[in-house]
């Protein structure tokens, strides 16, 4: 059997498949920093190779760099079409990796892959080279397994998913013929705890944007113009404070009205999932408290419920010492989380119009959006969930549950307006995998049930 046969190549090439992993992880393919252009090409070209030499068809790069769209890295596309009247799988993933810094928290170098204590450390290793790793060497151990594969297969894989996937997205718009299929197979998640096999059915959309505040031409000496110079930090500081209370709530107005609540069914599930708050709050989080909006569980506030987070000031002087300066200007960038049935065009058009309300005397206030991206809540009812719960089943020997995720794939809804696809989000990352943190890890053991769990999820749709 195909299925068996493909199952016995991953296991006995396990050793293999993490070396080349390695060899991706140590490529420093940062999205968001232009030097690291180069890398990131560099990284599309290594996964298009891989996918020509496992036997995958019709392999290139499609630029996405446009007008509008001036730093646009590349995606890879790659299919196998030759399984007639077989069901299409799209498979997705993204080989873009999010900056490292702060350096000095990192055990080993984040671009040298390292193994301790059965992980594999590195920047990317489960967000999100790891798991995309798996749909090719799932697709690798299929096709040496009988020189075919049970289904038709496309795949994309784009550099830009932690800068906001806009080229993907134009891509999806303009093209979506060439990705036509009839599900889309995503591991860019986790799972709920180690052993128990998780479908993420839902991800909170988002909105990141900056705002930059103005005051004086230049730069100001403190002694001569202070007290009469308006300073762009303490302006960013009060604008900042007047958007969510004590307790958390977003200040706003109207950021709820659209707010869609959770079914009794879906929060009955989750209240029955082994969740230990304060182990929680130790072990993943690490702070003396949780915070957050009354009246709500910490899994209904980081799935269900909508956010507010400031993720840097920069601007002024940061410099070892002092210098007495009032800025002229000085930014803040701002993030927030959605759930359905949030617009984000139209959330941010309530945001903008409450900062720019409030912006203290003597300010200039520009609001900005980088990009964004919808809510999306997955319908568990159909062939290709239970397919996924039934190759998970068969791997870790446990009942599937469902969850969703608090991040945000931009990409997952789009396959749903554009394409009308659903999507399977089956992945294999644990809660203190530190992504986008220092010390980012893959636990190799699930790395290995990955890629024998999409080998019988492929065989099985």
């Known amino acids: ?9 991953a296991r006995v090439n396990g050793g293999r498949f993490v070396d080349e992993l390695k ?20 990284a599309a070209e290594f996964v298009a190779a891989e996918l020509r030499r496992i036997g995958m068809e019709n392999v290139r790069l499609i630029e996405t760099a446009t007008a509008g769209h001036p730093g646009g890295h590349p995606l890879v596309y790659a299919d196998w079409l030759h399984a007639a009247g077989k069901p299409t799988v799209l498979c997705y993933g993204h080989y ?18 390292t193994e301790r204590d059965g992980n594999l450390y590195a920047r990317g290793a489960v967000d999100d080279k790891g798991q995309m790793w798996m749909h090719v060497k799932a697709l690798e151990s299929l096709m040496a397994a009988d020189g075919t594969l049970p289904v038709n297969v496309r795949v994309i894989v784009e550099g830009e998913e932690e800068v906001g996937g806009e080229g993907i997205a134009a891509f999806v718009r303009e093209h979506g013929d060439a990705l036509k299929a009839d599900v889309a197979l995503v591991s860019d998640t986790e799972m709920f705890a180690p052993e128990l096999p998780t479908l993420c059915v839902g991800l909170r959309g988002m909105i990141y944007t900056e705002i930059e505040a103005r005051g004086a031409r230049t730069d100001l000496h403190s002694g001569m113009y202070g007290g009469a110079a308006p300073n762009p930090f303490v302006a960013l500081a009060q604008v900042i404070a007047k958007l969510k ?31 230990d708050e304060e182990h929680y709050r130790e ?60 617009s984000p065009a139209e959330t941010f058009a309530k945001y903008k119009a409450y900062v720019e309300s409030i912006t203290p005397e003597g300010i200039q206030l520009e609001v900005r959006l980088i990009h964004s991206g919808d809510a999306i809540v997955v319908s568990t009812d159909n062939g290709y969930i239970r397919a996924a ?11 599937t549950v469902f969850v969703r995720g608090g991040g945000s794939i931009p990409i997952v809804g789009d396959f749903v307006r554009e394409l009308g696809i659903p999507t399977v989000m ?36």
Request: aromatic residues 8%; glycine residues 8%; without cysteine.
């Open 389 to 399: 719960t039934e190759a998970l089943r068969e791997v870790f020997g446990r009942e």
């Open 245 to 275: 209370d004590e307790d958390g709530r977003i200040l706003i107005p109207g950021f709820y009205d659209a707010v869609q609540k959770p079914a009794e069914d879906e929060l009955k599930a989750w209240k029955a999932l082994p969740f």
């Open 426 to 461: 089956m992945g294999f990352g644990l809660p203190d995998d530190n992504l986008h943190a220092p010390n980012e890890k893959f636990h190799l053991a699930n790395f290995h049930r990955g890629i024998e769990s999409i080998v019988r999820f492929l065989g099985r749709v």
């Open 283 to 342: 072990t993943e989080v690490g702070s003396v408290a949780l915070t957050g909006e009354p009246g709500f569980s910490v899994l209904e506030r980081t799935w269900a419920r909508p956010t507010l987070d400031v993720h840097g000031m920069p601007g002024g002087f940061i410099g070892t010492g002092a210098k007495t300066v009032i800025p002229a200007k000085a930014l803040a960038k701002v993030s927030m989380r959605l759930v359905p049935d949030m």
């Open 23 to 42: 060899a991706l992880l140590q490529i420093p393919s940062v999205s968001t920093a232009p030097e690291h252009a180069g890398d990131v090409r560099l």
């Open 1 to 9: 059997m195909t299925v068996t046969a493909a199952v016995d190549f």
């Open 96 to 113: 873009d990796v999010q900056p490292a810094e702060p350096l000095d928290e990192w055990k080993s170098p984040p671009f040298e892959p």
